[in-house]
């Protein structure tokens, strides 16, 4: 929870994600829940490439063992994850801040988290910056969510999004 209006809280989140190399989805999330009367503020990104993620034989044996660099072409890459960013009031002048990512069964199961990193250091950035407006923030770490209407819910995720 922050001290903060919902959507200025998406708007930060993301741009955080966005620094970490996540791109923001034009897929109307935010618009359709609305419609819907959701009482969240929302905003999904994504980032990862499902054929690039996948390492065959020749990559993956072959490559790891290189003593230079491979051409980007030729890399590994993150596959396919989804951040839902979603906020909204808790009390007056108190949000409630979700991220939650959803990997894809695209991609490399191997390296499926890979994006774990990226997304730990967006929050770490979250957090330094409400520090440093004096916000008060608290962290919760969750496991899985209920599939409750929320836009972080695996039913919307997958309904409204289309994210498998």
Not at 21 to 43: I, N, P, V
Request: charged share 25%; hydrophobic share 40%; net charge negative.
């Amino acid at each position: 929870m922050a001290r903060s209006d919902a959507p200025r809280l998406v708007r930060i989140a993301s741009e955080f994600l966005q620094e970490q190399g996540f791109e923001s989805r034009d897929d109307g999330l935010d618009a359709t829940l609305r419609e819907q009367g959701s009482e969240w503020t929302s905003a999904a990104l994504e980032i990862g490439d499902e054929t690039r993620s996948r390492r065959g034989l020749w990559q993956g044996q072959w490559t790891d063992d290189l003593p230079f660099p491979l051409p980007r072409v030729l890399q590994h890459s993150v596959p396919p994850t989804l951040v839902v960013v979603a906020a909204r009031r808790a009390a007056t002048g108190v949000a409630e801040l979700v991220v939650f990512p959803h990997v894809s069964r695209r991609g490399d199961a191997e390296y499926a988290r890979a994006a774990g990193p990226r997304i730990r250091a967006a929050l770490e950035g979250i957090t330094a910056a409400a520090g440093a407006e004096g916000a008060m923030v608290s962290h919760e770490s969750l496991s899985g969510v209920p599939d409750d209407g929320s836009p972080f819910s695996q039913a919307v995720v997958r309904d409204v999004l289309g994210w498998r």
